[in-house]
Nanobody, 123 residues
C-alpha cells in the first residue's frame, strides 16, 4: 500500500504561483507513474500532469497546464512537485496526487493510490 501526502496548496491572486509537493511512503523509482489530478465540485477528476519513473518518456501535461505548470520529481525523496505559474481563477480546485503502478494513464479510474488532496484557490 502506498501512502501519499500532499502539501503546498493555498490561496493566491491571478498571475501568482504555487508549488505543490507529494511524498510517497515507498520507493517509487522504476515502479510507478506519479501525477496530479484536480477536481471541482460535481465534476470528475481531471488529469493535470504526470511523470513516469518507469523508463524514459516526457511528462504528460493537460492542455490547460502546458506552458504554465511543470512537474518534477526528486527520486531520492520519493517526491514529486507541481510548479504552477500564471495561475488563473479556473485553476481553482482540489489537487490530488496519484500513483499508478506501471506506465502513466490519464484516467481517474486507472490510478492505484490517491493522496488526501490540497485546495488551491485563485481569486
Amino acid at each position: 500500500h502506498v501512502q501519499l501526502v500532499e502539501s503546498g496548496g493555498g490561496s493566491v491572486q491571478p498571475g501568482g504561483s504555487l508549488r505543490l509537493s507529494c511524498v510517497a511512503s515507498v520507493d517509487t523509482i522504476g515502479r510507478y507513474c506519479m501525477g496530479w489530478f484536480r477536481q471541482i465540485p460535481d465534476k470528475e477528476r481531471e488529469g493535470v500532469a504526470a511523470v513516469s519513473t518507469v523508463g524514459a518518456g516526457a511528462p504528460y501535461y493537460a492542455d490547460s497546464a502546458k506552458g504554465r505548470f511543470e512537474i518534477s520529481q526528486d527520486i531520492a525523496k520519493n517526491t514529486i512537485y507541481l510548479q504552477m505559474n500564471d495561475l488563473k481563477p479556473e485553476d481553482s480546485a482540489v489537487y490530488f496526487c496519484s500513483v499508478r503502478e506501471g506506465g502513466c494513464r490519464n484516467s481517474e479510474d486507472e490510478q492505484d493510490y490517491w493522496g488526501q488532496g490540497t485546495q488551491v484557490t485563485v481569486s
